[in-house]
């Protein structure tokens, strides 16, 4: 069973706004990052956001800085990705990653040991 499950994913219209969790309750590792990816057809993971955990320092891709807002959200024990203003483009399938190491280099997805199973975002023009 996938420690990290992300749901939220789904079918909008362009403009709209989605938000994604990633389900953190059963992880049994440390984590010291966590961070959202997404993935196109044919093309590679891309970086979206991500936090350091033991700070909440925030990092976002520069295509999402004002729209998109990586959150803890601490009662339902996710990380929730609050997105606004989709655009087409942003059709992917979206991953929650975790990480325990020493939380440098955010962006790289190469670094992040664990991974859901991810959650489709379809935006539609």
């Known amino acids: 069973q996938a420690e990290l499950v992300e749901s939220g994913g789904g079918e909008v219209q362009v403009g709209d706004s989605l938000t994604l969790s990633c389900d953190i309750s059963k992880i049994t590792f440390r984590p010291t990052a966590f961070g959202w990816f997404r993935q196109a057809p044919g093309k590679e993971r891309e970086f979206v956001a991500a936090?350091?955990?033991?700070?909440?320092?925030?990092l976002y891709a520069d295509s999402v800085k004002g729209r998109f807002t990586l959150s803890k959200n601490w009662a339902k024990s996710t990380v929730e990705l609050q997105m606004k203003n989709l655009k087409p483009e942003e059709t992917a399938v979206y991953y929650c990653?975790?990480?325990?190491?020493?939380?440098?280099?955010?962006?790289?997805?190469?670094?992040?040991?664990?991974w859901g199973q991810g959650t489709q975002v379809t935006v539609s023009a």
């Open positions: 936090v350091r955990w033991a700070d909440g320092h925030t």
């Open positions: 990653a975790g990480r325990t190491d020493l939380a440098a280099f955010l962006t790289r997805h190469s670094l992040y040991t664990h």
